[in-house]
T-cell receptor, first 116, second 111 residues
Framework: DAGITQSPRHKVTETGTPVTLRCHQT?????MYWYRQDPGHGLRLIHY???????DKGEVSDGYSVSRSKTEDFLLTLESATSSQTSVYFC???????????????FGPGTRLLVL | QKEVEQNSGPLSVPEGAIASLNCTYS??????FFWYRQYSGKSPELIMF????GDKEDGRFTAQLNKASQYVSLLIRDSQPSDSATYLC???????????FGQGTELSVKP
């Protein structure tokens, strides 16, 4: 299994509070991704990173920010949590984006977030 | 318009049968695809990827890509109850390694 951990694994928070989720990898992969998974929507990309301090938006980035100060850590912050951000959040990593097997994304165990 | 479409199912097959899972896509951009399996409450795990037209086999799994008809499929031979899961089709979106996922097909293999 790819060495990916996410913390916390479960969190309950209140509307309006900031929340930070952490993704940690031991594979030294350059690319990291944050997805959310909701019933009927599948996995949707929030933000991704293509190197330290290099990040970009995905398809559902509103209300989220990210930071990557080290290769191994990718943080996702909900600036002011809303009930619509209740979801399961997955981090993923990949070795490259140049096609073939290296482009495979490996997923962490996920974080279940409930915003009340 | 969502770029990757899957029938959400559930698809029910008897043990030992062939399960056929399909995924269609809407344009002729990047045509590299991944199939993931996701057990309930777990994270997606890679089954296989395909980017060339035709078939690719790995054990009981065969991925098929038909670029002319814009579909990709996953066949599971000799289906087992342990194959019961949601199967996600994902397509590489332009550059940067971004994946667009279908909504997943739930497969149930009945003993």
């Amino acid at each position: 299994d790819a060495g990916i951990t996410q913390s916390p694994r479960h969190k309950v928070t209140e509307t309006g509070t900031p929340v930070t989720l952490r993704c940690h990898q031991t594979e030294n992969h350059r690319y990291m991704y944050w997805y959310r998974q909701d019933p009927g929507h599948g996995l949707r990309l929030i933000h991704y990173s293509y190197g330290v301090k290099d990040t970009d938006k995905g398809e559902v980035s509103d209300g989220y920010s990210v930071s990557r100060s080290k290769t191994e850590d990718f943080l996702l912050t909900l600036e002011s949590a809303t009930s619509s951000q209740t979801s399961v959040y997955f981090c993923a990593i990949s070795e490259s984006t140049s096609g073939g097997v290296g482009e495979t994304q490996y997923f962490g165990p996920g974080t279940r977030l409930l915003v009340l | 318009q969502k770029e990757v479409e899957q029938n959400s199912g559930p698809l029910s097959v008897p043990e030992g049968a062939i399960a056929s899972l399909n995924c269609t896509y809407s344009d002729r951009g990047s045509q590299s695809f991944f199939w993931y399996r996701q057990y309930s409450g777990k994270s997606p795990e890679l089954i296989m990827f395909i980017y060339s037209n035709g078939d690719k086999e790995d054990g009981r799994f065969t991925a098929q890509l038909n670029k002319a008809s814009q579909y990709v499929s996953l066949l599971i031979r000799d289906s087992q109850p342990s194959d019961s899961a949601t199967y996600l089709c994902a397509r590489v979106y332009n550059q940067g390694g971004k994946l667009i996922f279908g909504q997943g097909t739930e497969l149930s293999v009945k003993p």
